[in-house]
């Protein structure tokens, strides 16, 4: 009799190990098998080339990301200047991917970046380690 109730007590635990592996699948494997880094690119037209003026909304598209990752801006010297905002309105880039084509906008202005200074957007991982290449601007005061 114990040898059936300890049966079921391990198909019971095998059962509930499943569930969790299967419901969490995404989260446990599929961020550490992307096979590319993350990739923004300022999708509003910057008069000047890659410049932002004040006052003004910088539009990304983040390819290769997930919901909410975390963009950021660093002056030139990589020193981070206070600014970020998480992506939005991701959908899956392909069917069967695990891969978000996301957008993201942050508002940029005088208050915190320098007249003339070089700057640019990156974006963080799931653990906070800087994930993908810089998108470099200038910022211009008016």
Same mark, same amino acid.
């Given at each position: 009799? %114990?040898?059936?109730? %300890? ?5 019971? /635990? /095998? ?6 592996? =299967?419901?969490?699948? +995404? ?9 590319? *880094?993350?990739? /923004?690119?300022?999708? &509003?037209? $910057? ?19 997930? *919901? ?12 981070? +200047? ?21 957008? =993201? %906008? /942050?508002?940029?202005?005088?208050? +915190? $970046? =320098? ?8 974006? $963080? ?15 211009? &005061?008016?």
């Amino acid at each position: 009799m %114990d040898f059936k109730v %300890d049966k079921y007590i391990v198909y019971a /635990i /095998i059962v509930l190990l499943v569930a969790v592996v =299967a419901f969490n699948f +995404e989260k446990l494997t599929g961020y550490a098998v992307r096979d590319s *880094p993350t990739q /923004i690119t300022i999708t &509003n037209t $910057l008069p000047g080339g890659d410049v932002l003026k004040d006052r003004t909304v910088a539009r990304l598209e983040v390819r290769n990301s997930f *919901p909410n990752q975390r963009i950021k801006v660093y002056n030139e010297d990589g020193r981070y +200047e206070g600014y970020s905002v998480n992506t939005e309105n991701c959908k899956v880039s392909e069917v069967g991917s695990i891969d978000y084509t996301c957008e =993201a %906008d /942050i508002y940029v202005s005088s208050y +915190e $970046l =320098a007249n003339n200074g070089r700057y640019y957007f990156q974006a $963080l991982d799931r653990k906070g380690n800087l994930d993908g290449g810089k998108v470099f601007f200038t910022f211009k &005061n008016g």
